[in-house]
């Protein structure tokens, strides 16, 4: 009878991520997770193709994690997030999981929330993105860069008012893609670029 193994998934994406960030992305390997488990490496390859795969399932884990904190901490309308575009989809249903009774925040204090989320996950993985060069990944770069923008935009939604909105449409996408360049420069902090906003962000 085939030995059943509980949450193979699960553990491996842990095991992963404890070896990537404790040691180097070029010591992870399928077979060092696999040992780790104490699984076959084949059973591994049921869930992941390759090591791509694998840290790809790492990071997209930590990200959703984030968002889910950040739809929390940026206080998102119910309303607003009941969308139906797809690129906004892995947010809406952690805005229908949590609750809706916020503390009112301004503008820019919600901008500040979603600058630091994306700043802890790109300085979590500067090392990691320093160290890869899996094609497989950077090749649909563009698509993903589109999909993260869009999402950052859905978390500040109501930072710009309807008025300002109007008036340019593309404002809260140029906000979400400088919000993004400077969160995961690793060098910039957030105070240096808030007078800035601060200014977009005015009536």
């Known amino acids: 009878m085939p030995k059943i193994i509980d949450n193979v998934r699960e553990r491996a994406i ?3 991520r404890r070896l990537m960030l404790e040691e180097s992305y070029e010591n992870l390997t399928i077979r060092r997770v696999a040992a780790g488990l104490g699984v076959a490496v084949g059973t591994l390859y049921n ?9 790809a399932g790492v990071m997209l884990e930590d990200w ?3 968002m889910s904190r950040l739809v929390k ?9 009941a969308t139906t ?3 906004a989809a892995s947010t809406t249903d952690s805005v229908a999981a949590l609750a809706t009774d916020h503390s009112p925040i301004t503008p820019i204090d919600r901008v500040h929330r979603v600058f630091d989320g994306i700043k802890e996950f790109s300085d979590r993985y500067s090392k990691v993105w320093a160290q890869y060069s899996g094609q497989s990944v950077r090749s649909e770069e563009n698509m993903y860069h589109i999909q993260l923008i869009q999402q950052i935009m859905h978390l500040m939604d109501g930072v710009v008012s309807e008025q300002a909105a109007e008036a340019d449409p593309f404002l809260l996408e140029f906000i979400a893609e400088n919000v993004l360049r400077f969160a995961s420069d690793g060098r910039t902090e957030f105070s240096q670029i808030e ?7 005015a009536d």
Do not use: C, M, N, R
């Open 85 to 87: 575009d797809p690129a």
């Open 195 to 201: 007078g800035a906003l601060a200014k977009l962000l």
């Open 14 to 16: 842990a095991e992963a």
């Open 64 to 66: 959703q994690t984030i």
């Open 47 to 55: 869930y992941f193709p390759s090591k791509d795969f694998l840290i």
């Open 73 to 81: 901490e940026a206080g998102v309308d119910h309303a607003a997030a």
